[in-house]
């Protein structure tokens, strides 16, 4: 019960992530980015604004594949991870939804009129709905957790509404944009953009690595938590 | 595996029968919101019909759907457990929350058309998209019932936990339901295939998660 997974203790991946984030820093600030009407220099947002949702939707996939193997194998050990991995995909998703609608309200909208006035004529967009609602739903999934007291019930009903919740949404996002207007990169359908066609070669050298490094500080981010849950377990029973 | 479905069907809507307040408690709540709405505007523009009707919809459900797994005690759960294998127990409660939607919304489109107009331009086709609706509100908001009941929570959390997972839902009816109010009614044969879809999607996650609820 103590012992977190050995990867969690590894430093390989952790130097890894560091590095592609240091490089996306700067390739992304220094770089030369293609000159775009409306877009201009801000266009240097995709290497934080899409990699927070790139890092999200793969956080969240984690928590449900662990909610699945806690249904499997009922150990804790699985409970925690996917409660942490669901808390930083959360946190990712904040960080996105505000870099996004800040990056809109200067694009989409007139940049001389100040963001609180253009929100809520941005929050309508569906890209920014279906945001909302994922990121409503795993407050939801947090606050049903806290509400049960007694643990193994707690991991076991948590688990079930992380999984309807995530096979609900994920195809329901990818509807909407069909289904209402965007002015979201990426239509037809597609959940966020399409990067062979959306992103030039010198700007994909960049967001690749930067989607890894990223989502690699958020595996990093969910660990130590995981870790410090299962210390404070430790000192409990001992 | 029928039988069991339909036995224990016959015997949630033998409780209703036998218990009627909760039926008719339903249709008071659908008669006064709607009269409070008749009262504080009169003939609302298509869209205010639209959103309103939708989000009364949504209400009703929570109301109607919420009881029923949260009515069971837990004796009577252990029972059950003895008795029954928890997909029919579960699609027996699928397929009788399903029917009591139907008939609330049904009534509370009559309702609707009495005190606030009719918008829509083809009856029989809004009918329908009524009760599929509906049928989708009862389904989604059914397995969340159990969730909440299993959590041993009332059903303020079921609004916490249906409202996000309703909303796609929601969306894609609103857009059903607001074709229907031009003269010449928009092709939403591609919606209402997504909408079945997602109804599918819910029973088959409902008949796989449920086991997991079920267990103490």
């Known amino acids: 019960m103590s012992n977190a997974p050995r990867y969690m203790y590894r430093s390989w991946w952790k130097i890894t992530g560091i590095l592609l984030l240091i490089y996306t820093f700067t390739a992304g600030l220094l770089g030369s980015v293609p000159k775009l009407p409306l877009l201009q220099e801000t266009i240097r947002n995709l290497y934080f604004h899409v990699c927070m949702w790139f890092g999200m939707m793969i956080l969240f996939t984690v928590s449900v594949v662990q909610a699945i193997l806690y249904l499997r194998k009922m150990d804790r050990k699985h409970d925690l991870a996917s409660r942490h991995y669901a808390g930083t995909g959360i946190l990712f998703g904040l960080l996105g939804y505000s870099t996004g609608s800040i990056w809109a309200a200067y694009t989409w909208a007139d940049p001389n009129v100040p963001f609180a006035e253009s929100f809520s004529t941005i929050a309508r967009d569906p890209k920014l709905i279906g945001a909302a609602i994922s990121l409503l739903v795993y407050f939801a999934y947090l606050v049903l957790r806290d509400s049960i007291a007694d643990i193994d019930r707690r991991a076991r009903i948590s688990a079930v509404y992380n999984i309807f919740a995530y096979v609900i949404l994920f195809p329901a996002i990818w509807i909407l944009p069909r289904v209402l207007e965007s002015l979201h990169p990426g239509q037809d359908g597609n959940p966020a953009l399409d990067v062979k066609n959306d992103i030039s070669p010198s700007m994909r050298m960049v967001f690749y690595p930067a989607v890894i490094g990223w989502t690699l500080l958020g595996v990093w981010i969910s660990t130590i938590r995981i870790r410090i849950e299962l210390l404070n377990e430790q000192k409990r029973t001992t | ?216």
């Open chain 2, 1 to 216: 595996m029928i039988r069991a479905i339909w036995t224990l069907f016959k015997k949630d809507l033998l409780l209703e029968i036998r218990q009627q307040y909760s039926f008719y408690g339903i249709l008071l709540y659908i008669f006064s919101t709607l009269f409070v709405l008749y009262l504080s505007l009169e003939s609302p523009e298509p869209q205010v019909w639209n959103g309103l009707f939708w989000v009364i919809q949504l209400f009703i459900c929570i109301n109607a759907v919420a009881k029923g797994f949260m009515q069971e005690s837990r004796g009577r759960w252990l029972y059950y457990y003895t008795l029954a294998h928890p997909i029919t127990m579960v699609l027996a409660k699928l397929l009788f929350n399903t029917l009591l939607m139907a008939i609330m919304s049904l009534i509370s489109l009559i309702l609707f058309r009495l005190f606030l107009g009719s918008p829509f331009s083809d009856g029989f086709r809004f009918l329908g998209i009524v009760l599929l609706g509906g049928c989708s509100l009862s389904l989604v908001f059914s397995f969340l019932s159990a969730v909440a009941a299993k959590a041993q929570q009332n059903a303020a959390i079921l609004a916490i936990l249906g409202f996000p997972i309703i909303l796609p839902q929601l969306i894609l009816l609103l857009q059903i339901s607001a074709g229907q109010f031009n003269e010449q009614p928009t092709d939403t044969t591609v919606s209402i295939a997504l909408m079945l879809g997602l109804d599918g999607l819910v029973i088959l996650l409902t008949t796989i998660l449920f086991p997991f609820l079920w267990k103490e």
